[in-house]
């Protein structure tokens, strides 16, 4: 039995291998775009920290439940193994962290809704103790996996490279705000309650580094502009997108992705593009030739 002691997250007590998700700035910045309080679930065996869990808690009707956090698209449960231990080991201890969060969660949450990351695939610990599991999909791009776009979608890519467009790289909230907003409201879509908490939130972390905006200009305006996470050498998150409507039949959203795999090739191995769950976006990523990754979200 591990302990599972619950605080909040300190930017003084990290360090260069705290993972992106438990990042202090990008949580505390994800609690206030969301109205909720950001925890860290940190799992001990004995004094050693085995194990850490990000969460959001949100009072509602009196009582305190767990929900996902729009800007910080994964919650995943993250292990500190010990040097040299085997993989059979580690897989065995990370089975048993998961079934002492699952019995944690559900002892002190009436509610909870928790998107964890790809590599926690091993979900038994939850299963096995009553917790719900939901599969979900996204689309990754692995650097060492060639990819290859079907044939219309090539098509469609030689016709958007004559645009003129150009991908910069720059932050300016207001005009991806503004696009979102349009982008949105055409769909009949309100995914965002407040946009201007979304423009503090990509205004804040971008002032921490883990945020950056790339965006694809016709005569030095943006007309296409993605939000992108990164913590690491390894992961990068494309966060959020949105495209003016007038581009698109142009093909400026699949110039963009074009641009945005060149651009990273250097500074990650794997590209989240995260989503997959909706008929047309998932149509769109699976035609460039992506790689589906499968991830679960857990609740009771």
């Not at 999909?137 to 098509?155: M, W």
């Not at 908490?197 to 694809?216: M, S």
Request: contains cysteine; charged residues 25%; positive net charge.
């Amino acid at each position: 039995m591990h302990d599972i002691i619950l605080t909040t997250p300190d930017a003084a007590k990290e360090s260069p291998t705290t993972p992106l998700w438990c990042r202090a700035e990008l949580m505390y910045a994800a609690g206030e775009f969301n109205d909720v309080e950001p925890k860290l679930a940190n799992v001990y065996k004995g004094e050693e920290l085995v194990a850490q869990m990000p969460l959001y808690e949100q009072k509602f009707l009196g009582f305190t439940r767990l929900t996902p956090a729009l800007g910080a698209y994964y919650q995943g449960i993250h292990f500190y193994h010990p040097y040299g231990t085997s993989s059979a080991r580690n897989a065995l201890d990370e089975l048993r962290i998961c079934s002492d969060l699952a019995l944690f969660l559900k002892k002190h949450y009436k509610k909870f809704n928790i998107t964890l990351s790809p590599h926690n695939y091993d979900v038994r610990g939850f299963i096995w103790n009553k917790v719900k599991v939901h599969p979900y999909y996204t689309y990754i791009h692995d650097y060492a996996v060639e990819t290859q776009p079907l044939g219309k979608e090539r098509r469609k890519l030689r016709n958007a490279t004559k645009e003129g467009y150009t991908f910069e790289e720059f932050l300016d909230a207001s005009t991806y705000i503004e696009l979102s907003e349009t982008m949105f409201g055409r769909k009949g879509l309100q995914p965002v309650k407040d946009y201007n908490r979304l423009k503090k939130f990509v205004e804040d972390v971008g002032k921490t580094g883990l945020l950056r905006q790339h965006n694809v200009c016709r005569d030095g305006k943006i007309v296409s502009a993605n939000i992108m996470l990164q913590g690491d050498e390894v992961y990068a998150y494309s966060l959020f997108r949105s495209s003016a409507e007038e581009e698109m039949s142009k093909g400026v959203s699949l110039w963009h992705t074009h641009m945005l795999i060149e651009t990273l090739k250097d500074r990650c191995k794997i590209l989240d593009l995260c989503g997959a769950n909706v008929p047309d976006v998932a149509r769109f990523k699976g035609a460039m030739g992506h790689q589906l990754q499968l991830f679960f979200r857990i609740s009771n």
